[in-house]
């Protein structure tokens, strides 16, 4: 498969799925994501596989749980009120273990919001959104041929870690059309299943379960997820940098928001302004070494996001000592994407 | 000597944390006896709910996946398509299935999922301490309805077992009880059928199962029993409402 394609992000990544091995997907529409499930719908029988429209994101999200509890891989997809119903899951999720995973073509809020391109779910993503204190894998594709390669990626990743994954776009990303090059999947050891229910004839008794009563049994269970999720930090940060080398200030931006800036970054270059881009790809684990590395060096870094302010927090927690952090952004809402020649100017003023 | 009475081997020879004189116990043990009598506990994956039934697989020899409250049968769906060749049953309290369930369990019923859900209904929120629940009966004090249920204010009981029966999907729905050796036995009979249904692949199969809560009813289990011949099936009468198949 070396043919180039011309799809929305949202068809791509709905595609790089079923290349995946995705037979099951559970879902409940809401724009801007709801070419995905239409998609699934049509693909999804002829391969053998089920497509069900859930009654409410509550329900789809445990309708992956129960088809994740079985080995089998599959997604669900929304976009950020149906992601707030979906929270108790992947809590649930988190909890029992349990790969899986979930799309968020992130829209504006709070509350219904608008449909616009929002960076707005970030703290809901990378610190947990449900309760009890886990962590999902998060990966932010900034392009078509990264909605297919990274979700592609995310149900490699979650059967690995035995986490859930969220791929994290947003309108942008899922409603551009571009040319991309689809692929199949790339070769990856996985552990084999042991966990899943399969009925008791095949051997001992298997329970998927979140529940720990026993003293001390829920703690350790913690301090397990806790483990995998310095192993993540450590093997599975993922980042793009740009122009990073000489730079004397560094734009940190992801998704759709790294694309506007990468522009901004190039225009600056004519200028003669040294400027570079470093874009975290997997928001969890966040890519601390990337900037701590690129930060020992260039003590200026301008957070760029679609929101009034999220990754920052993660950023200022990443640079070296010494380095400022300054933040732009626009929160959501239409005619609120900010342009290359605003952002050029931002550049300018911290320069 | 012949052997004439016997656990089945669907359920671990372990004791259950139930009070006593509750009914889970009996429901246990008759759904153990249909699963061995129709030979599929070695393929069958079992989904519990939160409430006093949450440690099914503590004393069920099977697969469960632990469901979180009120929403297994959407996980018993997702079991189920992935994995067809198993028997998929939900067993649910009636604050699970008919308070924050509701929408799980009439869409699932509706699409008509081939599964099987075991429903005890015992009129009230058990492990959280008895409080009302969608089915707590009218006049029923509890310890959130402490002048007694009001028609008024919070609505009448739902008979689920009735209501289910409307729809489409369902191919089988009936209420039973185990309060007396007689209801115990047609009990046992239409958790068979129920099962049967499944297992031929016939679609969706509901139980409800009337259960006596003597500890939140503030009875001793004797006066709880007797209050789900008299009250209870009153109000909740006992009987098959659909059985598509004749079976
Ligand atoms: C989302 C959520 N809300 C509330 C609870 C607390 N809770 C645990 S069990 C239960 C009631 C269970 O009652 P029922 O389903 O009638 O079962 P029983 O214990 O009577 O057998 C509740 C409200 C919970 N675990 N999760």
Known sequence: MTKRLFMKGNEALAMAAIEAGCRYYFGYPITPQSDIPEYMSRELPRLGGEFVQAESEVASINMLLGASATGARA???????????????????????????????????????????????????????GHGGYHIIVLAPSSVQEMYDLTMLAFDLSDQYRIPAMVFGDSVVGQMKESFVPHPRPARELPPKEWVVR???HGEQRVVKSLYLGDGELEAHNWKLHARYGELKEKESR?????????????????????????????????????????????????????????ARCKKVLDVELNAGQMVEDVRLSVTCGTEVFFYGRPPGAGSLPTPEELLGQIEKYY | ????????????DIQTHFCPGCHHGTFHRLVAEAMDEFGVQGRTIGVASVGCSVFLYGYFDIDVVEAPHGRAPAVATGVKRARPDSFVFTYQGDGDLAAIGTAEIIHAANRGEDITVVFVNNTTYGMTGGQM???????????????????????????????????????????????????????????????????????????????????NWGMDPLAANERVGTEMCGYFPLGVFKNTAAI
């Open chain 1, 75 to 129: 997604m669900t997809s929304s976009s950020s009120p149906g992601i707030s119903l979906k929270q108790e899951g992947i809590s649930y999720m988190a909890g029992a273990e349990l790969p899986g995973v979930i799309v968020n073509i992130c829209r504006s809020g709070p509350g219904l919001g608008g449909i616009d391109a929002s960076q707005a779910d970030y703290f809901q993503a990378v610190k947990g959104g």
């Open chain 1, 199 to 201: 009925g008791r004839q």
């Open chain 2, 1 to 12: 000597m012949q052997q004439v009475f016997r656990k089945p081997v669907s359920l671990k």
């Open chain 1, 239 to 295: 980042w793009e940098s740009f122009l990073v080398e000489d730079a004397e200030l560094v734009v940190a931006a992801f998704g759709s928001a790294a694309r506007i800036a990468k522009s901004a970054v190039m225009a600056a270059r004519e200028r003669g302004l040294r400027v570079g881009l470093l874009r975290p790809i997997t928001l969890f684990p966040f890519p601390e070494q990337a900037f701590r590395a690129v930060t």
């Open chain 2, 133 to 215: 629940a969608p089915t707590t009966l009218v006049g029923q004090k509890t310890s959130t309805s402490p002048y007694g249920r009001n028609a008024g204010k919070d609505g009448s009981p739902i008979r689920m077992a009735e209501l289910l029966a409307q729809l489409e999907g369902v191919a089988f729905s009936a209420r039973v009880a185990v309060n007396t050796p007689r209801n115990l036995m047609d009990a046992k009979k239409q958790i068979k059928k129920a099962f049967r249904y499944q297992v031929e692949g016939k679609g969706f199969s509901f139980i409800e199962a009337l259960s006596s809560c003597p500890t």
